[in-house]
């Protein structure tokens, strides 16, 4: 099978949301700390109606439901998370439930931080370029509830996940070419079964999704196009924490270009960068000098205006989805250039902690005319309707988010457990826990 990628995408994501603004007053720390100091807008969120399974169920729904798929064209769902909520159990087989008599179905759950979802995806299109396939479909949802303890780390949460269905002459196929960083460290993890919340050295993680990033970046252009640069591509997404640490990557891929090679990168990064010169500077003593940190913002603002903004903006909106974030990111992507994405050459970049980051391509383009249906980019984004979906949301008040923070704090892990929320707090059509009973079974019913 050639051009093995995503043929069709949807989204979940909760109807309620705080915002940042709000937050900011909440909390007493200074205005614009979250809306300039992080970037982000809005952050989606949660009470104690709606768990991962529920939010991946909701998403594979909307996409199997939307694109018209038939359960028996799927041979493999794979899933990617880190909201676990059960040691053994893994969403994927909650999913089945949507799958009727189909049953044979490969695929589990992988888990990794964020980087889980990219895991899913990765071993869908290796399932589909291997001599097991079946020729069928494969689907790969991927999401979570961020959720951190009271703190600094608290508004860079979020929820939703994103469900993509996989198979060949895709719109979105993935590059063969890949790079991959893997290290071990403490940047975040969640060692405390009996809390939701991780343990976070933020500042520490900052530093090594920026380490990755340069890695990556170098060594697959290295592969791909070793005297490129950013101009060698037309887009980028990133895995989002929250939208300054992704101005700050793509500042960071303008440095490497300089860094590659100081006398013969784009002229103004030579006359910008020259007390940077790798020479006198080395690379990985920079990531916290402030003078470098500011000079390649300006540097960047346009090519990240151009190339990343229009994949930024969801999770601007909706927060740190984890897993689904950089696939979110993707979704924004294509929901704001549509068809003009074919031909064009989007770079990825997906991160996890722990940790492990892979650099890859997507090259969009037109399905062949045989293809029935025909997936494309534009049926993605008019499937997806993002703007109506984002606007039909509710804004709630910080003491609401709270409180439902509060109330999942509480009852993690419960069981006998009836959730108190009504249940108009959840999306129409989405899935939610009706009750989870002595046996910690979950039970989850379509709104
Ligand atoms: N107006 C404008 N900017 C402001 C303001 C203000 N009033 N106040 C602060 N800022 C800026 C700061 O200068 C800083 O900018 P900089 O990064 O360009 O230096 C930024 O806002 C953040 O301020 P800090 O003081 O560094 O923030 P703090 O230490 O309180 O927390 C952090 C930030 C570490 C990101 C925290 O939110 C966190 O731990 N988040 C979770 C970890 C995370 O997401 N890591 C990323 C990779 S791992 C993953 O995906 C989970």
């Given at each position: 099978?050639?051009?093995?990628?995503?043929?069709?995408?949807?989204?979940?994501?909760?109807?309620?949301?705080?915002?940042?603004?709000?937050?900011?007053?909440?909390?007493?720390?200074?205005?614009?700390?979250?809306?300039?100091?992080?970037?982000?807008?809005?952050?989606?969120?949660?009470?104690?109606?709606?768990?991962?399974?529920?939010?991946?169920?909701?998403?594979?729904?909307?996409?199997?439901?939307?694109?018209?798929?038939?359960?028996?064209?799927?041979?493999?769902?794979?899933?990617?998370?880190?909201?676990?909520?059960?040691?053994?159990?893994?969403?994927?087989?909650?999913?089945?439930?949507?799958l009727g008599a189909n049953s044979n179905v490969e695929g589990v759950t992988c888990i990794n931080a964020c980087y889980g979802g990219t895991a899913a995806l990765l071993n869908s299109v290796a399932w589909i370029e291997s001599s097991a396939w079946d020729g069928r479909y494969a689907v790969?949802?991927?999401?979570?509830?961020?959720?951190?303890?009271?703190?600094?780390?608290?508004?860079?949460?979020?929820?939703?996940?994103?469900a993509m269905l996989?198979?060949?002459?895709?719109?979105?196929?993935?590059?063969?070419?890949?790079?991959?960083?893997?290290?071990?460290c403490w940047d975040f993890y969640k060692p405390e079964m009996h809390s939701e919340y991780p343990a976070v050295d933020g500042h520490l993680s900052n530093t090594i999704y920026l380490?990755?990033?340069?890695?990556?970046?170098?060594?697959?252009?290295?592969?791909?196009?070793p005297d490129g640069s950013v101009r060698t591509f037309d887009y980028m997404c990133f895995h989002s924490p929250y939208n300054k640490l992704v101005v700050k990557s793509v500042g960071r891929l303008l440095y490497n270009d300089y860094v590659r090679s100081p006398d013969g990168c784009a002229p103004e990064l030579s006359k910008a960068?020259?007390?940077?010169?790798?020479?006198?500077?080395?690379?990985?003593?920079?990531?916290?000098?402030?003078?470098?940190?500011?000079?390649?913002?300006?540097?960047?603002?346009?090519?990240?205006?151009?190339?990343?903004?229009?994949?930024?903006?969801?999770s601007k909106e909706i927060g740190n989805s984890y897993t689904g974030a950089l696939w979110m990111n993707l979704v924004s992507?294509?929901?704001?250039?549509?068809?003009?994405?074919?031909?064009?050459?989007?770079?990825?970049?997906?991160?996890?902690?722990?940790?492990?980051?892979?650099?890859?391509?997507?090259?969009?383009?037109?399905?062949?005319?045989?293809?029935?249906?025909?997936?494309?980019?534009?049926?993605?984004?008019?499937?997806?309707?993002?703007?109506?979906?984002?606007?039909?949301?509710a804004e709630m008040s910080p003491a609401e988010f709270t409180a439902a923070l509060l109330l999942r704090e509480t009852t993690h892990g419960a069981a006998p457990y009836v959730p108190i929320e009504p249940v108009e707090t959840v999306t129409p059509g989405a899935f939610y826990i009706h009750e989870i009973n002595s046996a910690h079974h979950r039970v989850y019913v379509q709104r």
């Open positions: 099978p050639q051009h093995v990628g995503i043929l069709a995408m949807d989204v979940y994501f909760p109807q309620r949301c705080v915002s940042q603004k709000d937050l900011e007053v909440a909390d007493g720390v200074s205005e614009g700390k979250y809306r300039i100091g992080l970037g982000q807008e809005r952050m989606a969120f949660v009470g104690d109606r709606e768990d991962v399974n529920s939010i991946a169920m909701s998403a594979v729904y909307n996409l199997l439901s939307k694109y018209r798929i038939d359960a028996e064209q799927i041979g493999r769902l794979e899933v990617g998370t880190e909201t676990l909520i059960d040691k053994s159990k893994s969403t994927k087989t909650h999913i089945m439930e949507l790969v949802v991927c999401g979570d509830i961020a959720v951190y303890a009271a703190g600094p780390a608290r508004p860079t949460g979020g929820a939703g996940a994103v996989i198979g060949p002459d895709a719109p979105l196929p993935l590059s063969h070419e890949r790079h991959s960083h893997a290290e071990h380490r990755s990033v340069d890695v990556c970046y170098n060594h697959f252009l290295g592969k791909t196009t960068l020259g007390q940077w010169h790798p020479d006198s500077v080395a690379p990985s003593t920079t990531y916290a000098d402030r003078g470098l940190d500011t000079a390649l913002k300006k540097l960047s603002a346009d090519v990240y205006n151009a190339k990343c903004a229009p994949s930024a903006a969801l992507l294509v929901h704001n250039v549509r068809s003009a994405l074919e031909g064009k050459r989007v770079f990825m970049f997906s991160y996890g902690s722990g940790s492990v980051a892979t650099a890859f391509a997507i090259y969009p383009r037109a399905p062949s005319a045989a293809q029935n249906p025909a997936f494309t980019c534009q049926a993605i984004a008019e499937t997806i309707d993002l703007q109506n979906r984002l606007s039909s949301r």
